[in-house]
């Protein structure tokens, strides 16, 4: 079965632009989270989706924002880009979403600002 | 507010050898515990996953250990080999259990 896949790998983009991110949980899982991880820290979290409805959000402005779709598919939206969202964002898919089933990660879109 | 702390942020042994990385959490409410690794530019991979009714786990070489009233958790990797090296994750759940809160990691590397 195939894992978590995130697109695109790699993005480059200037300060005040638009970026989208995109993410495929494993088959069967309904619940998709969303993490930001800066050089040399732990990841954060971001958003938490379940069933197309939002149950958990991290303390970001709200510039970034997220969707679920039927398939359980997920984006993440940031806008008005600035030099310090540079980093690894993560996509995690699990079941249910509850922290008693393990988290299964993709392997991340780095963006970076310029 | 919930804060995971790693000791050592770094560590480089030869091959072989047992060692211990630790965790602390300032909020021993939590429900479950999660140690991942993450090799370079890649994701995570979960290794060992403590809920709260559990004081231990174990997966072939790696045991770790949770112990909820002190806000500590170890992982003990026995037989250390060149592959272990990674960077190691430790990270509770919210008090909603919807998110995951992570420590800075310990980068280990181990000599051939």
């Known amino acids: 079965d195939a894992g978590v896949t995130q697109s695109p790998t790699h993005l480059i983009k200037t300060r005040g632009q638009q970026v989208t991110l995109r993410c495929s949980p494993i088959?069967?899982?309904?619940?998709v989270s969303w993490y930001q991880q800066v050089l040399g820290q732990g990841p954060q979290f971001i958003f938490q989706?379940?069933?197309?409805?939002?149950?958990g959000r991290g303390n970001f402005p709200d510039r970034f924002s997220a969707r679920q779709f039927p398939n359980y598919s997920s984006e993440l939206n940031v806008n008005a880009l600035l030099l310090g969202d540079s980093a690894l964002y993560l996509c995690?898919?699990?079941?249910?979403?509850?922290?008693?089933?393990?988290?299964?990660f993709g392997d991340g879109t780095r963006l970076s600002i310029l | 507010k919930q804060e995971v702390t790693q000791i050592p942020a770094a560590l480089s042994v030869p091959e072989g050898e047992n060692l211990v990385l630790n965790c602390s959490f300032t909020?021993?409410?939590?429900?479950?515990l999660q140690w991942f690794r993450q090799d370079p530019g890649k994701g995570l991979t979960s290794l060992l996953l403590?809920?709260?009714?559990?004081r231990e786990q174990t997966s072939g070489r790696l045991n770790a250990s949770l112990d909820k009233s002190s806000g500590r958790s170890t992982l003990y990797i026995a037989a250390s080999q060149p592959g272990d090296s990674a960077t190691y994750l430790c990270?509770?759940?919210?008090?909603?259990?919807?998110?995951?809160?992570f420590g800075k990691g310990t980068t280990l590397s181990v000599s051939s």
């Open positions: 995690a898919s699990s079941f249910q979403g509850y922290s008693n089933q393990p988290q299964h």
């Open positions: 088959s069967g899982h309904k619940s």
């Open positions: 989706y379940y069933e197309k409805e939002e149950r």
């Open positions: 909020d021993s409410a939590i429900y479950n």
């Open positions: 403590i809920q709260s009714s559990q």
């Open positions: 990270a509770v759940d919210n008090q909603a259990g919807t998110a995951l809160i």
